[in-house]
């Protein structure tokens, strides 16, 4: 038995809560990872997991156990990161999960820059507007909107997303521009809905204007919870949008989309790296955190002056 490796899979296995979805992110079978916990037991002659044919659990031994490997385990990693030139050159395997349209217009685009620098970072990148369990789905790290829920976890606020108001011209001409946020829920206007992952609702627009505060449920034909599809059915002239400025901005350059309701200012959407609070933070997480806090500083300034 190789002990590193199997002290690794034991503390996959106890993050990812599975024998196999362990197994898929060391690349190693079921079987392999099964008897990789197996040999560490019988070793240290202590029952490590409970199992059942659903679930696997730790047990009070296993959780002390796995609190000293996770430190092992990181002390290795600076041990290598620390020999000369390392430090400079992390490398090595991340997974992270992303919004889809923040992949698509910010974080793609700007990869060929990320990998010229870090050649050697392999990036499993996960593209969803899902809510991604980080310790039972094994990533590194997610990129999410909104306060969050998890207090367990580690956060970096990176950034804030300010919102606009916008509809397509197809739209306009069949229900002419609200004059007021209360006329998307009081009259003929209609709204694109965008479903909240957590509850399955459509998520409230919250406006200001002056000492004046709205939220606005708005209402509407479609509803979506991906926020590609949410554009496209805006553009198309399903209903009135409530978007990130960075979306909207090709569409309104080419005149696909007309910005609404422009005295009122919507409440901006703080955006955080969010990763394991047990987990150490390895040289190829702290250079992809890096990363993103620059092209967030680019896109969702933290200190961007807001209208009054």
């Given amino acids: 038995m190789d002990r590193f490796d199997a002290m690794q899979t034991f503390a996959r296995v106890v993050e990812a809560g599975s024998f196999t979805k362990a197994a898929q992110t060391l690349q190693m079978s079921r079987t392999t990872a099964t008897q990789l916990v197996q040999q560490l037991e019988a070793r240290l002659r202590v029952k490590l997991l409970h199992r059942t044919t659903r679930t696997v659990r730790v047990t009070e031994d296993g959780a002390a156990y796995y609190e000293r490997v996770v430190r092992l385990l990181a002390d290795l990693e600076d041990a290598d990161t620390s020999l000369s030139g390392a430090s400079t050159a992390p490398k090595g395997r991340l997974r992270v999960d992303v919004p889809s349209p923040m992949a698509r217009l910010i974080l793609v685009p700007a990869l060929p820059a990320f990998h010229a620098r870090y050649p050697d970072i392999q990036l499993d990148m996960g593209v969803s507007d899902r809510v991604v369990n980080v310790i ?8 999410r909107g909104g306060e969050l829920a998890d207090s367990s976890l580690m956060a970096r606020r990176v950034g804030e997303l300010p919102f606009g108001v916008y ?7 069949r229900a002419g521009a609200p004059a007021h946020p209360s006329d998307l829920e009081n009259t003929h206007h209609r709204s694109v809905g965008f479903l909240r992952a957590r509850n399955g609702k459509a998520a409230p627009m919250v406006m200001q204007r002056g000492g004046e505060r709205l939220e606005v449920q708005g209402r509407y034909v479609v509803a979506v919870d991906d926020g590609n599809a949410y554009l496209a059915a805006g553009l198309v002239g399903m209903g009135v949008l409530c978007l990130p400025c960075y979306m909207a901005e090709a569409h309104l350059a080419s005149g696909e989309l007309v910005p609404l309701l ?3 200012h919507v409440e901006a959407m703080p955006m955080y790296v969010v990763f394991p609070a047990n987990r150490h933070v390895s040289a190829r997480l702290r250079a992809f955190i ?3 806090v620059k092209l967030m500083a680019v896109h969702a300034p933290m200190d961007a002056p807001r209208p009054v």
């Fill in 136 to 143: 039972g789905d094994n990533v590194d790290c997610v990129l």
């Fill in 167 to 173: 509809a397509a011209p197809s739209y306009l001409a």
């Fill in 262 to 264: 422009e005295g009122w």
């Fill in 290 to 292: 890096d990363w993103v």
